[in-house]
């Protein structure tokens, strides 16, 4: 990996390309730290530290790497782009216009990320215009008692927040596709890695200052658990596929061998996403609607208990089923065997053993069923980590711990395709390095 960069480095071309993209993440990172107009930074900073980490926006903040406990311009950070991009692609499963675009090519996927700009300014509305009401009611922050918003008052005030917010994430949206444009890798996927990677050295030194002992104990956990994930993330099913000689005018195309590799982690994190999103779902209702009913005590009480506590056994059980369930969901709807079946058989291609049309969609189905329950029990077991390694030490203070679950497959999902793209650059320009 490390030649790989060497090598990059040295082509002039990809050298531009590396620098545009680390400047890129530069200014990211400054709008994350910039306070929005009219946020006392000296009072959110005094309730973030605070807050401990319970808190109904940890995904958002996580992915925002911490701007949203600063409220700063970029405090929305990428969520509500991945969101809308999530519902986009749901919805080209039961809507057939979205579905006829997506088959079109470029053309029609050009008009799916144009709808997706414009669901994700619909979603940065909803979510800056909820985060401000918490901000200005006092629950954002938890029991904390200092104005982060000292002209909380002023409509004005609370107006140009909103804008200011949802301007931030359009312009994250923007350079989001600078990068994948002119840069190296996913714009998107880059920026949440950023954000993700900016709160290690803060999470690290907490450690550090409680105990030596455990700060070398996750050092160690973390390399076994960043190894485990890369393994399984480059793990794949390949079934191998025979395309049969076809006359074309006067010339013969085909038989070829080639493979239909099947990811043991089809799903990626989006099951992860799902089930976070969810999981904080009872307790952003019971925020809201905090002192409007004596009848939700009871509810109050259970939610707070053990699904916010992240170290709560029911937490954790409840968190690991909902991936399971969203793995088998997800990759019920983005992989049709049906339709990969169809797609073999138009252009003469088959299994081996295995009949064209009907009999391969079953055969796809059954081998995507078998390799789908180690994936999402892996992703499972991944995402839980940190809430049973705050179960095993009773260190409910740490709540952001720094290698497991979402954080460390994104991270290293990202890195893996980064590296990825620029070794296949480097290939194109000079192959024969490769092949020795």
């Known amino acids: 990996m490390l030649g790989a960069f060497r090598s990059a480095l040295a082509t002039p071309d990809l050298r531009k390309k590396i620098l545009f993209t680390l400047g890129i993440i530069i200014v990211y990172r400054l709008g994350a730290t910039m306070p929005a107009p009219g946020v006392s930074f000296k009072n959110v900073r005094a309730c973030a530290e605070q807050l401990e980490g319970q808190n109904i926006y940890s995904l958002i903040n996580l992915f925002s790497g911490g ?46 990320t144009q709808y997706t700009r414009y669901l994700t300014i619909g979603l940065a509305i909803l979510q800056s215009t909820g985060l401000v009401a918490l901000a200005v009611r006092g629950q954002l922050f938890g029991e904390c008692d200092q104005d982060v918003i000292p ?86 099913r390949r079934i191998p596929v025979q395309y049969a000689k076809r006359m074309i005018g006067r010339r013969m195309y085909g038989g070829t061998s080639t493979y239909l590799p099947l990811k043991v982690n089809q799903a990626g994190v989006i099951p992860v996403i799902f089930a976070s999103s969810l999981l904080y779902l009872p307790d952003l209702i019971v925020r809201l609607t905090q002192g409007s009913s004596t009848e939700s005590n009871w509810f109050s009480t259970f939610v707070q208990t053990h699904l916010v506590k992240q170290s709560s056994w029911v937490h954790i059980a409840t968190y690991f089923l909902l991936i399971v369930f969203f793995t088998y969901f997800y990759v019920g709807i983005t992989f049709n065997p049906d339709e990969r079946a169809d797609e073999m058989k138009k252009f003469g291609g088959f299994i081996p053993g295995i009949r064209p049309g009907r009999p391969t969609a079953e055969y796809l189905k059954f081998v995507l069923g078998r390799i789908t329950l180690p994936g999402s029990l892996y992703l499972g077991i991944v995402a839980i980590l940190p809430n049973l390694f705050l179960d095993l030490t009773g260190d409910n203070q740490n709540q952001n711990f720094p290698f497991g679950g979402t954080a460390v497959l994104i991270m290293v999902g990202v890195g893996l395709d980064t590296v990825k793209q620029i070794e296949s650059q480097l290939m194109q320009r000079n192959y024969e390095g490769f092949l020795r």
Request: net charge neutral.
């Open 67 to 112: 701007a949203l406990l600063n409220l700063s311009v970029f405090a929305l950070g990428i969520m509500p782009y991945i969101t809308a991009s999530i519902i986009i692609q749901l919805l080209t499963v039961v809507i057939p216009r979205f579905e006829q675009l997506k088959k079109e090519g470029q053309a029609g996927q050009g008009k799916l």
């Open 151 to 236: 002209n909380k008052d002023s409509i004005f005030t609370l107006i140009v927040l909103v804008i200011t917010m949802t301007a931030g994430t359009s312009v994250i949206m923007w350079l989001g596709e600078l990068i994948t444009e002119k840069g190296i890798g996913n714009g998107m996927s880059l920026l949440i890695f950023t954000g993700i990677a900016a709160r290690i050295p803060a999470e690290g030194k907490n450690i550090l200052d409680k105990s030596a002992v455990t700060f070398v104990l996750v050092c160690v956990a973390a390399l076994v658990i960043i190894a485990s994930v890369i393994y399984v993330e480059q793990a794949q």
